[in-house]
């Protein structure tokens, strides 16, 4: 294979189309840190950890898919029959162990940073990122056994805004995890419709997802659920003065979920293959609604 037909599989085994999972809630906490700076609720923030942490969480990221993609690869559940993105391991643009190697590489990068952060903040950062290395490293175990909703959420619904806001501030603010929740649970529906298109393919290899226990209908609803509970969930922060009446602003994302909610209900189990981009349909609909959220959080810091 040529030079530029490998350079093609580094980036696709790194899936950049799934980055908003990470990138989101990292937004999120950055402006949640600058919304509570300019209401006295802390003292000061630190900009250079905030974006130090942020790369640090992509980064974290990426070796999870790419390890992600190793051992979906080797236990048989990728296969060439499965819809979706490309697979560079099954369309043969990258071997095995240059798949592993590039995966613990970037890893270790990733330790690095949350080292250097560790070092000059404090211990709470530790537990945070032992749980970010469990997600990268043996996430599909978690996966497999119909886990891996529950990791996710842990992961990147909650633990990614708070360690951002704890870098930046030198505090644990509990009330993160509130305010990140409901992009939290969207992120999660990234995965769930990304199992959801597989279950055939996943039966087959003989793992068990959420979506599998669930079946389609159960799967659709949960689906539907996760979308419409987050906008919920922003109207009773907002009521309850956990959340800026401007962060409504994320009612301007309603239109795609409910466009999202229709496609996954046209779903058949002779026609996954009709949702087989709905997993990036959902990670684009992560980032335009963190991104508001941010542009919420921003303008109540402002006036």
């Not at 969480?57 to 080797?74: Q, V």
């Not at 029959?81 to 990258?94: A, F, I, N, S």
């Not at 056994?145 to 619904?157: E, K, M, N, R, S």
Request: neutral net charge; proline residues 4%.
């Amino acid at each position: 294979m040529d030079g530029g037909g490998k350079l093609k599989g580094w980036i696709l085994v790194a899936q950049p189309w799934a980055l908003p999972a990470s990138a989101s809630p990292a937004l999120i906490g950055l402006s949640y840190a600058f919304y509570l700076y300019s209401t006295g609720v802390v003292p000061e923030i630190n900009w250079a950890y905030g974006v130090i942490a942020f790369f640090g969480a992509l980064i974290f990221h990426m070796s999870g898919n790419i390890l992600g993609d190793y051992h979906d690869y080797m236990s048989g559940v990728d296969v060439k029959e499965k819809t979706g993105p490309p697979r560079p391991l099954v369309l043969e643009m990258l071997k095995p162990r240059q798949v592993l190697i590039y995966g613990y590489t970037v890893l270790t990068i990733g330790v690095l940073i949350g080292l250097y952060l560790l070092i000059n903040t404090g211990l709470p950062l530790l537990f945070i990122g032992v749980v970010g290395v469990i997600s990268a490293t043996i996430y599909y175990k978690f996966k497999y056994i119909a886990l891996g909703d529950v990791l996710i959420f842990i992961c990147y619904g909650l633990a990614i805004s708070l360690g951002m806001v704890y870098v930046m501030t030198g505090q644990l603010v509990w009330s993160t995890l509130l305010v990140t929740t409901p992009a939290g649970l969207l992120i999660v529906a990234i995965l769930h419709a990304n199992n959801t298109r597989d279950m055939l393919q996943d039966k087959a290899a003989g793992i068990r997802t959420q979506a599998m226990n669930l079946g389609l209908e159960g799967s659709q609803i949960t689906y539907q659920t996760l979308l419409l509970v987050t906008y919920m969930l922003v109207a009773i922060l907002v009521m309850v003065d956990m959340m800026s009446p401007y962060t409504f602003l994320v009612l301007l994302s309603f239109p795609i979920a409910m466009k999202n909610i229709k496609l996954m209900k046209k779903a058949t189990m002779e026609d996954l293959g009709i949702i087989r981009f709905l997993d990036t349909h959902t990670a684009q609909l992560v980032l335009i609604f963190s991104l508001l959220q941010v542009a919420g959080n921003v303008i109540a810091a402002l006036v």
